[in-house]
């Protein structure tokens, strides 16, 4: 099945400081990327959807400033999470959408990042 | 506003029991309802449904969509330790995202 990538797994930064994510296509060239928070003991929540080559489409709640969304790539997303703060700490996920829109919309999902700010 | 709700919130069960999660939602310009497992990582893809009636099968694990009643069920028959995960429904509309509902908490007990 189709892989994506996300890097790194796991990070700890200090309060104040801004941490890159990346999630990557390995097998596929991905059009549509999801990011997804997840708070302990919750679902998954949308942030936002990142095309390639177009600016991303952000949840309602979620602050575009503060999250920000590049998608230079078919196989690359990444998610920067600006002047982190110790309540973004969470578990950032992405998928990526297989094929066209016609025939398949499954979404394959990376395997997560988990984030710590201090 | 699209929904979708999950029922148990949790369930502890002992292995070999039968379990049938449930998952109700309202959406716009349904797709699909998807099934997925979570254990410590990403979710990991179970089904995806589209037709009503049409049960999805793998091995222990089957799920049935009702589009009438906006619903559907994914049963574990004879359950392991292994199954022991959160058990999360999304649902795909014509905008091409997923909606969550907040997942059912499953632990089997030797």
């Known amino acids: 099945g189709a892989v994506v990538s996300q890097h790194p797994s796991w990070v700890i930064c200090k309060s104040g400081t801004s941490v890159k994510i990346e999630c990557r296509s390995l097998?596929?060239?991905?059009?549509?990327m999801f990011w997804y928070r997840q708070f302990p003991k919750q679902s998954l929540m949308l942030m936002a959807t990142?095309?390639?080559?177009?600016?991303?489409?952000?949840e309602q709640g979620v602050e575009k400033d503060k999250f920000l969304i590049n998608h230079a790539s078919l196989t690359l997303s990444t998610l920067t999470v600006t002047s982190a703060h110790p309540e973004d700490s969470s578990f950032y996920i992405c998928?990526?959408?297989?094929?066209?829109?016609?025939?398949?919309?499954?979404?394959?999902f990376g395997p997560g990042t988990r984030l710590t700010v201090l | 506003e699209d929904k979708v709700v999950q029922s148990p919130l949790s369930l502890v069960v002992h292995e070999g029991d039968t379990v049938t999660l449930n998952c109700s939602y309202e959406?716009?310009?349904?797709?699909?309802l998807l099934w997925y497992k979570q254990e410590k990582k990403a979710p990991t893809f179970l089904f995806m449904l589209?037709?009503?009636?049409i049960e999805k099968k793998s091995g222990r694990l089957s799920s049935i969509l009702d589009k009438k009643e906006l619903f559907s069920i994914l049963n574990i028959t004879a359950t392991q330790t292994g199954d022991s995960a959160i058990y999360l429904c999304?649902?795909?509309?014509?905008?091409?995202?997923?909606?969550f509902g907040g997942g059912t908490r499953l632990m089997v007990k030797p």
């Open positions: 998928s990526a959408r297989v094929g066209p829109l016609a025939v398949s919309n499954e979404q394959f």
């Open positions: 097998d596929f060239q991905a059009t549509t």
């Open positions: 990142s095309n390639e080559g177009s600016k991303a489409t952000y």
């Open positions: 959406v716009t310009n349904f797709r699909s």
């Open positions: 589209t037709s009503s009636g």
């Open positions: 999304a649902v795909d509309n014509a905008g091409n995202m997923l909606t």
